[in-house]
Structure formats: C-alpha cells, structure tokens
C-alpha cells in the first residue's frame, strides 16, 4: 500500500480551551503519524524537503508518502549531508523570489511529491 498527499499535519488546536484539549504542535503530529505507520506495518518516508506547503504567511510540512513495509521504493537521491531521500518534492522549492511567488499564487502552494516504486 502507498500513501501520498497532504495529509495536514501542521498541529491541532482543539475547539474548546480546557487543559484536557491541549493544542498539539506539527512536529507531535507529525512523530505520532509516523508511530501509527510503524503499528500498521508501514513507514513515513523521508523527502527531499521537509517543508511542503507555503501560501506566503505559513510554511509548513504537509504532504507525506507512507509505504507498506514490504514495498520496494527506490532512493530519490541525497541531501547535501549524505543522508538519503525516497520522496521527490517538486514546485516551488526549486524557486527562488519572484519566480516563487508566482508559483505559488497561480499554480500551488503545495509542492508535489513523488515515489519511485520497484527493484
């Protein structure tokens, strides 16, 4: 099984204030998602950026790729320290400026990411 999309986690504020509903931060959510991957037999793949999504007030890290354990995805390249990555990220991170605000007001503020699978 894969899952790819904005899956928004970028932290949850609960409608009510009471201590009991505490506000979770993106980073929890994001560690709990990647725990419940693990329960279910299938783990968060690590991408090319963090950062997926940017409507220019809001940088945040939105759209992921679960995999099934058992299925062969290809390594998409390496960050710049030599770890690995096995989601592409495509769109305005490859923008800078102007070029990159246009990018994102007419075409997505989210940027698109990818998975190769196979041997």
């Known amino acids: 099984m894969l899952i790819m999309g904005d899956l928004n986690t970028m932290g949850m504020a609960f409608p009510r204030q009471r201590k009991k509903d505490r506000r979770v931060s993106e980073e929890e959510e994001i560690e709990a998602l990647k725990e419940f991957a693990e329960e279910a037999g ?3 793949l690590d ?15 939105l759209d992921h790729a679960l995999v099934s354990e058992h ?8 960050r710049a320290d030599g ?3 096995f989601v592409r ?8 400026g102007g070029e990159r605000k246009r990018f994102i007001e ?6 698109s990411v ?3 699978v196979g041997l």
């Open 114 to 116: 990818g998975v190769e």
């Open 42 to 44: 299938m783990k968060l």
């Open 83 to 85: 770890t690995p990555y």
């Open 89 to 96: 990220v495509d769109g305005w991170q490859q923008l800078e």
């Open 47 to 61: 991408k090319q950026f963090d950062q997926t999504f940017d409507n220019g007030k809001l940088r945040s890290n």
């Open 71 to 78: 299925l062969p995805v290809k390594e998409a390249g390496k």
């Open 106 to 111: 007419e075409i997505s503020d989210h940027c």
